[in-house]
């Protein structure tokens, strides 16, 4: 984190580390007045974009979560990182962190622990905090969720969720009615996520606790297709893992419909959302000559997903990531299916009835029982299973399965195998799951890093926020330009008058106006209103970025203003008015 911007987010209210009072505790963090209001805007632009725009559902399911829904998802066994102990102060360190920190080598999170901790003695890699040699310390796998335990008797075990997806994944029998039963249909959410990270570090980009906004996009991989036409105008910043690999630097820039042509991303959903994020990343102030979408390299590769590519932001001199588009498959309901006690899929009507012939066994258990004691009931699913699969199975005397590793020999006559003709009127399915994963605190993060910046008006160094109007913690500043000719009252009532318009406005009687002008380019208000006494009842719009001026009727500065928050004008074109 650079220290400019640090010291900037602490003295304006942006955030700062909570519970300083009482020492602190890494890895958690405060929003200020003015960052809660940065924070607010970018949440409601992307419901704008991803709830409203595409007609997804949006819930708000709890953050604490019973165990058994992590250890049906896979959480509990791989939602780990990579931890080294310093044998001298006792310190915990990501060892994949110590590697890229102290070598050339990027992405040592998609390595093995083995190679990892070779990697450590072969470079004599020592202790961040105090310099103690790291070399021949076990590299180990540290699980990154919070524990808790429900209910008074501490008897069922939770954990606070590491990412908001699975309360859409678990809640999918219920939501799928919501929608209908059809795909495609997205279900998204904004809240609060909690890991335990081993060494958090700069500020909102690694923190213990964060806001996600997640958005699950439900399909049938065999028949739904996104708009691809929609964003046909966007250029994706590739880096895919081949290149990677091989060490390259130079990107793909490809339209969504040529990387997948091209076979660079696996499917038109990923290709779409990479190209709406870049497209919304740009809208809220990222800095696209400093963005890419870099393809998981095979090693990093999530559990749950079968392709994933990462939004990433160029900050502090760090490549990071801001965002995770994954093809996450059916793993999820699939995994949920098994688990749960409920139906994790849709039914899917066929355009008309279709005749076929099913396979069928009814054994008979009165003979399973006796024979294969508690192993008939899985013996009998797995009757039905070979049946499915191989009905020449069962043209000899004697049908043969496997359960367990153990193999059992069922006499034909006592499956109750038979096959039928039925008359289907649809198929119940899986959908794949297609999602966007984004860190709000790091879009915030990079969106403020990108948009300070230092320059000199009138002979004196300001610091600037460009950051677009959509996110401003502030639209307007409005400011009397002396406490005298009644301008106070003046300037109190247009600010009333443009709130009462929907805008968020500050008010500022306190200094020179140039001091006041500087402190609302700190906190990257676009525009600032000054009253005067001018008889003609005009008053004086100033803008940011360029610091022009010109003057307005009173009477006219809402309409003005919303023109300019709507973009159906420029400030450029309101000076040559």
Known sequence: MSSDLSELARRRGFFFQSNEAYGGVAGFYTYGPEGAALKRNVEDAWRDRFVTKEGNLEIDAPTVTPEAVFEASGHLDGFDDMLVECPGCGESHRADHVVEDATDLEDAESLPTDEVEALIAEHDLACPECGEALAGQPVETF??????????????????????????????????????????????????????????????????????????????????EPNLDAVADVTLPLYPADAQEAAGEEY??????????????????????????????????????????????????????????????????????????????DYDLSKHAKYGDDSFTLFKEYDEPVSTERATVDPDMSYLGPEFGGAAGDVAEALQALA??????????????????????????????????????????????????????????SVLAHAHETDEVEGEERDVLRLPAAVAPTFVGVFPLTDQDGLPEKARDVASTLRAAGFDVTYDDSGSIGRRYRRQDEVGTPYCVTLDADPEGTATIRERDSTEQVRVDVDDLVGTFAELRAGELDFEELADA
């Open 252 to 329: 793909l820039e490809l339209t969504p419909q040529e990387a997948v042509e091209e076979g660079v991303v696996a499917g038109e959903w990923l290709a779409y959302f990479l190209a709406r994020s870049t497209a919304w990343f740009e809208r809220v102030g990222i800095d696209m000559e400093q963005y890419r979408l870099r393809q998981h390299l095979p090693g990093e590769l999530a559990h749950y997903a079968s392709d994933c590519w990462d939004a990433e932001a160029l900050v502090d001199g760090d490549w990071v990531e801001i965002e995770g588009i994954a093809a996450r498959s």
């Open 388 to 445: 499915d699969r191989d009905r020449s199975a069962f043209d000899d005397d004697e049908v043969t399965v496997e359960v367990d590793g153990e193999t059992y020999a069922v006499p034909t006559e006592r499956t109750g195998f038979a096959v039928e003709e039925v008359t289907e009127h649809g198929e119940h399915i899986t959908p794949h799951v297609v999602e966007p994963a984004f860190g709000v605190g790091r879009v915030v993060y």
């Open 143 to 224: 699980n990154l969720m919070f524990e808790t335990s429900i209910g008074p008797g501490g008897d069922q075990a939770g954990y606070l969720r590491p990412e908001t997806a699975q309360g859409m994944f678990v809640e999918f029998p219920r939501l799928k009615e919501y929608a209908r039963n059809q795909t495609p249909f997205g279900v998204a959410q904004i809240g609060a996520g909690y890991r335990n990270e081993i060494s958090p570090r700069n500020a909102l980009l690694r923190a213990r606790e964060f806001t996600m906004a997640e958005l699950e996009m439900f399909i049938d991989p065999e028949e739904d």
